[in-house]
C-alpha cells in the first residue's frame, strides 16, 4: 500500500471517529450518559433517561458475536445494527434488559434528526470508544 492512501485512510478514520463523537454529544448525551460503572447506574437509575453508553456497547457486544473468526465481521454487524435501530426503535429488536426497556420505554427515532452518514459516524464512535473498556 503506498503511503499516501494508507495516510489519507488513517485521517479518514479518525475523522469518522471525531464526527461521530459530535453526533453523539449533540443527539444522545442528553438521555445516554457516556460512561458510568455498574454501582453508579443503580444509585442513580431513577435519574437516568436511558442506559448509559458503555453499557449499550457492552451489550451489544455480548449479543453480537458470530462463530467468524474475524473480529471485523462483529463490528461490522454491531454497527448496521445500531444504525438501523436508532432510526426504526423496535422494542422488538431491542437487546436491552426486559426490566430496562420497562422503565425507560422505547428511545425516540433519530431519523429527523441524524443524516444516514451521521448515523453511520456514531455507530463506528460506540463501537470503538469502549474497546478494551469493561463495564463494571
Ligand atoms: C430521548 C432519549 C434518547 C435519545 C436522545 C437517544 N436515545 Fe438511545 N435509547 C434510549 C432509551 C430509553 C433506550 C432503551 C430502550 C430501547 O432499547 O429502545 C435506548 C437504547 C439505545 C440503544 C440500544 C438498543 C439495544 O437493542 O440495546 C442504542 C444502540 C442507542 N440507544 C443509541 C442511541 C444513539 C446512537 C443516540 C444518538 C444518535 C441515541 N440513542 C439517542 C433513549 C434515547
Known amino acids: 500500500m503506498n503511503k499516501i492512501f494508507l495516510s489519507s485512510f488513517l485521517l479518514g478514520a479518525s475523522l469518522f471517529a471525531n464526527e461521530g463523537y459530535e453526533v453523539y454529544k449533540k443527539n444522545c448525551k442528553s438521555c445516554h450518559v457516556e460512561i458510568m460503572s455498574e454501582k453508579e447506574v443503580m444509585a442513580k437509575l431513577s435519574k437516568m433517561k436511558a442506559p448509559p453508553m458503555i453499557e449499550v456497547s457492552a451489550r451489544l457486544k455480548e ?37 430496562a426497556l420497562e422503565k425507560f420505554g422505547t428511545m425516540p427515532s433519530m431519523k429527523e434528526q441524524i443524516t444516514k452518514k451521521e448515523a453511520h459516524a456514531v455507530a463506528v464512535w460506540l463501537y470503538d470508544r469502549y474497546e478494551n473498556i469493561e463495564f463494571k
Open 63 to 99: 449479543n453480537i458475536k458470530t462463530k467468524d473468526e474475524e473480529d471485523d465481521v462483529d463490528r461490522h454487524l454491531f454497527i448496521l445494527f445500531v444504525k438501523d435501530y436508532i432510526m426504526h426503535p423496535n422494542l422488538d429488536f431491542s437487546m436491552c434488559h426486559a426490566g
